[in-house]
């Protein structure tokens, strides 16, 4: 069966899905970019919420993920996950950037939803290339829906129409190569 894949143009907090991702710092405390732009739509839940994780876990490590309530999103849960901070790729940066995408993907199955949305990980102020973001995000989630029944549906929210297009782009090859 083809992995079920959309990509939108659009803010993240809006979307009607089980699942929304949230490209994090390692605080989990709020930040800027998307991380803000959830975390100021969710309201105070969703800090008091990351602050209990914090409490209990500690910092969330790059390439790890975490779930928590969504607040006042429409969504039913925050999967909180930090990409790496892009050094020229000689780091490690896009074996981290795949794991982050796997253990959102794993976290949302272990929890029964269905539907998830991803904004592009580590593409703003971690200044992760997004051509090869976008690479790495695509192939990874078109992999894992491959091989698993959950979750059903996944969607690419990007904040720009560049972005989105980008994302459609490599989509529109990969489901061309199955």
């Known amino acids: 069966m083809r992995p079920q894949i959309d990509v939108v143009h659009g803010d993240i907090t809006t979307v009607h899905v089980d699942v929304i991702v949230n490209a ?16 100021r739509a969710a309201g105070p839940r969703l800090l008091e919420a990351c602050k209990v994780v914090r409490q209990q876990q500690g910092e969330c490590p790059p390439g790890h993920a975490v779930i928590t309530l969504a607040g006042d999103l429409p969504a039913k849960a925050v999967i909180h996950t930090v990409g790496p901070v892009w050094h020229g790729g000689d780091r490690h940066e896009a074996e981290i950037l795949e794991q982050a995408y796997r253990n959102c993907l794993r976290l949302a199955a272990d929890n029964g939803y269905k539907t998830m949305a991803f904004p592009a990980i580590s593409t703003g102020v971690y200044g992760y290339p997004k051509e090869a973001a976008a690479a790495i995000a695509v192939n990874t989630v078109y992999h894992y829906l ?3 029944p959950m979750p059903e549906k996944v969607i690419f929210v990007c904040f720009d129409e560049e972005t989105a297009d980008l994302y459609q782009r490599l989509l529109t090859e990969r489901s061309q190569a199955f």
């Open 24 to 39: 994090a710092n390692s605080s989990l405390l709020g930040g800027g970019g998307v991380d803000g732009a959830i975390h």
């Open 146 to 148: 491959s091989l698993k």
